[in-house]
């Protein structure tokens, strides 16, 4: 009663032609590899004649549900379902765009570092390609913004000065360090107590820098990795020798498929080089591992 | 994972429930309409109709054969899950807001508003699990809050008790039988309602989500606050996943706020919590509005959201999700193995 009171009138007469035209019936043609091609005409929403030919792969999966499921499973539809046929209604059932989703710890950390990475990635590949040294203090920057222009004469007793120190290995603080570099530059410009030339060496501890206490001793870097690979994977491989405080595997942020490359940390030095060792040319999936440890970026 | 999303509303969700064995989803909107539908693959099974105002509320039996529902109609009503034939109607003076079966079917608890000079009320009706049976037509219990509206209300384990959260954001447990107040507490900032209520597998516990940004999961024998989740978005519903130790919190800025905001900042996200570290770990996104209601899918396997913009998510989770472990789980799981080779 409601399903028929419900057609009106008013809703296109039209659909109703198109309908009961002739439509040449759906073909279904078994291909030699497996697969069906099936072939079927219908009006779009313009009222074109439109051929869709669609190539369809049917898989078998079996599984196993409780009798009551399996029992609902074959009831008949009813209400406004009534009329649909026997799988999910198009009008009412879509599938959405894949959705992403890992649990992670520090979820709210990666989403952060996910939103900066093109930048600090140019920064340290712009800074990896250049050798820039100092001819005052040896340090990785152009003479005319050394710090010690001012006060030192050029090629002096540069060991004052650690330039590893000042590149830190963060992008953030090579950047800090960077400007700090930059403002004596301009004259007057105020320097931070911290960035003075006198203590500019002695850089106090970063807070809370992208890895925070990560310990680089050791941390291999893992390159050649397939792009199917899963943390999981590459935390169960290295497991085999020593515990395994962090895994970190670069993945790209909208396909979610690995970069190619993964850092591992272990808590002990002396497993991270049993690792390193053993690891290296290792196969995995289609490729052929190099593991070697993580250096500290320049 | 690729979510399956459900168009079959044409006003917003206001809740989703799963059936016990997992297997259907029952959605309710304000379009009037309860759908049902397969949640392996998103099919819809069928429809009731029957109720002339806005759906609030629905809840399935244990054995999945009838389904209540609660309507600004004033009225709850029964229907027959397999054929969609409405069994049973009962006549309220205001809206129901929620409905909920006891544990084994057998009662029927229903949260009416306060509204035109009358008190809110938690009303219980002995149920007959049973297609042909006459459902009687009286009420078989009464509870008034004389103090502030229950909005949302539950069963605790063995039907013990009735735990209710009000407007004002306490949460009070009453005795299942007498219908006797046992405990008021103020649990969410005051006058923050409480918008809804979910269990745990065994009622031993529950989630409340409250508009004060916070969900807390509360013990239902004392109501100890167990743990506190906070977001940062007021909280229309939250839900304790089966198998894994995870929350998931839905909300969003009020409806009526959502057009003056690009979807980005409205915080229309499905927030993963951990349920014993509370910390955040993930969230999904997906609804144009914010999310309504929350389900998780009693096999664990997946869960669903409904949101204001009249669309059900259904989401089946990948097995990163399945593999995520804390450390010091990883850690135990590992010891445990160990000692069972041993």
Not at chain 1, 61 to 71: C, D, H, Q, Y
Request: aromatic content about 8%; some cysteine; charged content about 30%.
């Amino acid at each position: 009663m409601a399903t028929q009171t419900k057609h009106d009138w008013a809703d296109d007469e039209e659909l109703e032609e198109t309908t009961t035209t002739d439509l040449p019936p759906q073909q279904k043609i078994q291909n030699k590899d497996g697969t069906w091609t099936i072939i079927d005409y219908y009006y779009n929403e313009a009222g074109n004649k439109v051929k869709r030919t669609r190539r369809v792969r049917y898989v078998v999966r079996r599984e196993v549900v409780n009798p009551r499921v399996a029992e609902r499973r074959t009831w008949a539809k009813f209400g406004d379902a009534a009329s649909d046929s026997p799988g999910p209604n198009p009008s009412t059932t879509t599938v959405g765009e894949n959705i992403i989703f890992v649990p992670s710890v520090n979820w709210r950390k990666e989403a952060k570092d996910e939103a900066n990475d093109p930048n600090a990635q140019a920064m340290k590949d712009k800074l990896k390609d250049k050798k820039v040294k100092c001819r005052i203090c040896n340090g990785e920057h152009f003479t005319a913004r050394c710090p010690y222009k001012d006060t030192m004469a050029p090629i002096g007793e540069a060991g004052a000065v650690d330039p590893a120190a000042g590149m830190g290995d963060e992008p953030s603080a090579a950047a800090a360090a960077a400007t700090g570099a930059a403002g004596p530059g301009k004259k007057g410009s105020y320097v931070p107590p911290a960035l003075r030339g006198d203590r500019a060496g002695a850089r106090g501890e970063t807070m809370g820098g992208k890895y925070g206490e990560r310990d680089d001793l050791a941390t291999l870097r893992v390159t050649n990795v397939s792009e199917m690979a899963e943390e999981q994977e590459l935390r169960d491989m290295f497991e085999r020798f020593g515990r395994v405080t962090r895994v970190f595997l670069a993945k790209d942020r909208d396909t979610g498929l690995a970069k190619g490359f993964a850092f591992i940390s272990f808590a002990d030095r002396d497993d991270a080089v049993k690792a390193c060792n053993k690891m290296d040319g290792f196969g995995f999936r289609h490729l052929i591992l190099r593991v070697e440890f993580a250096k500290k970026a320049a | 994972m690729r979510p399956i999303l459900l168009a079959g509303h044409e006003r917003a969700l206001t809740q989703i429930k799963y059936s016990p064995d997992g297997d259907l989803i029952f959605s309710v909107s304000k379009d009037q309409i309860i759908c049902v539908w397969f949640s392996h693959n998103g099919e819809r099974l069928g429809t009731y109709r029957g109720h002339q105002g806005a759906i609030w509320t629905i809840d399935v039996d244990p054995t999945s054969t009838i389904l209540a529902s609660g309507s600004a109609d004033n009225t709850i009503k029964l229907w027959d899950i397999k054929t969609g034939k409405c069994l049973q109607t009962w006549d309220f003076p205001t809206a129901v807001k929620r409905v909920e079966f006891s544990d084994d079917g057998t009662k029927l608890l229903g949260v009416t508003e306060k509204r035109m000079g009358h008190l809110g009320t938690i009303v219980v009706l002995d149920i007959k699990l049973d297609v042909e049976a006459e459902q009687s037509d009286e009420k078989a219990m009464t509870i008034v809050c004389e103090e502030s509206k229950a909005t949302v209300a539950g069963w605790s384990y063995l039907s013990k008790y009735i735990i209710a959260g009000h407007e004002d954001g306490s949460v009070s447990q009453y005795d299942a039988k007498t219908g006797d107040l046992i405990y008021n507490i103020p649990i969410h900032e005051l006058n923050q309602s409480i918008t809804d209520l979910q269990w745990s597998q065994d009622r031993s516990y529950f989630i409340t989500a409250s508009k004060d940004k916070t969900a807390k999961l509360i013990s239902s024998r004392d109501l100890e606050v167990l743990k506190t989740y906070p977001a940062d978005t007021p909280l229309n519903s939250a839900t304790i996943t089966r198998n894994k130790d995870f929350v998931i919190l839905g909300g969003g800025q009020a409806a009526m706020d959502v057009t003056t905001t690009a979807a980005r900042q409205g915080k229309f996200e499905a927030r993963f919590y951990h349920k014993i570290f509370e910390d955040e770990i993930g969230r999904v996104r997906g609804h144009f509005g914010p999310l309504n209601t929350v389900a998780a899918d009693p096999t664990g396997k997946g869960y669903a959201s409904g949101g204001e913009d009249g669309y059900v998510r259904v989401h089946h989770f990948d097995r990163g999700y399945f593999d995520f472990m804390y450390e010091v789980e990883r850690e135990r799981q590992n010891r445990l193995a160990a000692v069972v080779s041993a």
